[in-house]
């Protein structure tokens, strides 16, 4: 609570970028594909979650299920 959008924007970021680090340290190309997918979508859920209270994490997390749901869903979840 008192956290305007453009901090939480940056929280959110900042959360990517720590993923997106750990991507290319793991080096699973499946790992750094999920992460770079669900760095296109976290906006679309931090937006539809706006009037509830959340934090940074649960964004990201909640973006990399739905590229593993939809894998798993279209028959897609192999690199």
Same mark, same amino acid.
């Given at each position: 609570m008192g956290r305007t959008q453009p901090s939480f924007t940056t929280a959110v970021d900042a959360? =990517?970028?720590? =993923?997106?680090? =750990?991507?290319k340290r793991v080096g699973n190309p499946c790992f750094q594909n999920v992460i770079l997918e669900a760095s296109k979508r976290v906006r679309y859920f931090q937006n539809s979650?706006?009037?509830e209270v959340t934090d940074p994490q649960e964004v990201v997390l909640l973006a990399i299920i739905s590229v593993l749901a939809e894998g798993l869903y279209n028959g897609r979840l192999r690199c």
């Amino acid at each position: 609570m008192g956290r305007t959008q453009p901090s939480f924007t940056t929280a959110v970021d900042a959360e =990517l970028e720590k =993923l997106i680090r =750990l991507s290319k340290r793991v080096g699973n190309p499946c790992f750094q594909n999920v992460i770079l997918e669900a760095s296109k979508r976290v906006r679309y859920f931090q937006n539809s979650m706006y009037d509830e209270v959340t934090d940074p994490q649960e964004v990201v997390l909640l973006a990399i299920i739905s590229v593993l749901a939809e894998g798993l869903y279209n028959g897609r979840l192999r690199c």
